[in-house]
């Protein structure tokens, strides 16, 4: 079975990780190599995750209790949590799903005498346009803070005119040291702050990052191709929802502990780790991973919504679809032999009680038909083309079952895309469409 998402996390690389907690280490000369990756002025810093960044940086503003962040909609819970931690007030913007970015006029009516700054996430491997919220940034004197968690490619390290970039090395993540994450600032006074706040930060034990390191370890393993399947069926028999158990065993703390764990500064084996990944980034990986991304779009285009696919600037971290029938479509690939699974840790932003109308309704339905598919370079194109079959097939027969009773204008369609339709039916569809793509 072809598993929803690789570690990319070489078995070399475990075998250093371990190799590194016996050994001392400088940890200012580990942090320097880093942190001039992503800016040569020095204003870069290396922290334990991509929240603790955003918890370092909202605690060294000290905004006023209330205050807001407008934000993209769609995001981790944790970074809400820390925002709330900090007594700032998350305020959501809708996404289009054809570009995966904020809506610029949702935007500009989110902004209030209380917000402060604006949160960008780009999100699967897209590169969300700044340049226009850049300029409503500064035209309502807010921070613009980008969350570049999903698309870190190697190569871009931050939009120069942000006052904020984040970047995540954590289990998921391209060239993962399953823990780590670097703030970036165009700021030197800042940085200099940021750098105070964040010294006074406890050290991550060496212990925690064996454990992390057994505990990935253990899932890299029992995630190999020939063993997957096997384990799942016993898991499904045990815990029941599978989905659910992997969703909270990857999840890197507990929730009663969370915000102590990410007020660490990294240890010195995190730290090697974290140069040897940045020092051996695989950009040929990158490159596979975004032919196969944009074949997977070529098969699938006018059949299926594929959110922000067609976006030029795109590296497809991961690769989501929307559809009619997830739990369907999910057991079908599976039974084909390819692992697909919810979107178990994003979620729909609230707005505040006092402004439904920003509710993110665009968000929370495509939340209800997103289904994520495995597209990494391991995979032949051969089994993309026939992954791509299953994806058709299943999509067609909800749209046959539905035809008859549900009709939907394509400019009234769900998540507002265009192309994601209950009302075609199959004779309105080529039959080589699949072949022909």
Not at 68 to 83: F, G, H, K, Q, R
Not at 89 to 117: G, H, M, Q, S, Y
Not at 207 to 217: A, E, P, S, V
């Amino acid at each position: 079975m072809w598993v929803r998402l690789q570690l990319d996390f070489s078995w070399w690389d475990f075998a250093f990780g371990m190799s590194r907690l016996m050994l001392p280490h400088d940890d200012t000369v580990l942090r320097s190599a880093i942190e001039r990756r992503f800016s040569a002025d020095g204003n870069a810093l290396t922290t334990l995750s991509v929240r603790s960044g955003f918890d370092l940086l909202l605690g060294a503003m000290q905004w006023p209790a209330g205050s807001e962040i407008v934000c993209s909609a769609l995001n981790i819970p944790d970074m809400t949590m820390v925002a709330r931690e900090n007594g700032i007030v998350p305020v959501p913007v809708d996404l289009d799903f054809e570009r995966l970015a904020p809506d610029l006029d949702t935007i500009k009516r989110a902004i209030t005498p209380k917000t402060k700054a604006i949160l960008i996430a780009h999100l699967y491997g897209n590169f969300v346009p700044l340049e226009p919220i850049i300029a409503i940034a500064r035209w309502h004197d807010l921070m613009l803070i980008e969350d570049c968690a999903e698309n870190y490619d190697g190569v871009y390290h931050g939009h120069p005119d942000a006052d904020v970039s984040l970047f995540s090395f954590g289990p998921l993540k391209t060239a993962t040291s399953l823990a780590g994450g670097v703030l970036r600032t165009r700021d030197a006074w800042l940085a200099q702050r940021l750098r105070a706040f964040h010294d006074a930060w406890p050290t991550q034990s060496r212990i925690d990052y064996f454990n992390r390191l057994c505990k990935y370890g253990t899932m890299k393993f029992f995630g190999a191709r020939w063993i997957y399947p096997t384990l799942r069926w016993f898991a499904e028999r045990l815990v029941g929802d599978v989905d659910q158990f992997i969703h909270y065993s990857a999840k890197s703390f507990r929730p009663d502990e969370i915000m102590s764990r990410l007020r660490q500064q990294p240890c010195g084996p995190l730290l090697a780790s974290m140069v040897r990944r940045l020092e051996r980034f695989d950009h040929r990986r990158i490159e596979e991973r975004t032919s196969h991304g944009k074949l997977l779009t070529r098969l699938l285009r006018d059949e299926l919504v594929c959110p922000g696919a067609d976006i030029e600037a795109h590296n497809y971290w991961l690769y989501p679809v929307l559809v009619a029938d997830p739990a369907k479509t999910i057991a079908a690939l599976a039974d084909a032999g390819f692992d697909a699974a919810r979107a178990e840790s994003m979620h729909a932003i609230d707005p505040p009680a006092d402004r439904p109308e920003l509710d993110p309704v665009r968000v929370r339905d495509a939340l209800e038909h997103l289904v994520l598919v495995p597209a990494y370079p391991e995979m032949p194109e051969s089994e993309l083309r026939r992954m791509a079959e299953v994806l058709i097939r299943v999509e067609r027969e909800a749209t046959t079952a539905s035809a008859m009773r549900v009709t939907v204008k394509p400019d009234e369609t769900a998540c507002g895309v265009a192309g994601y339709r209950h009302d075609v039916t199959p004779s309105e569809v080529s039959a080589e469409s699949v072949e022909s793509r």
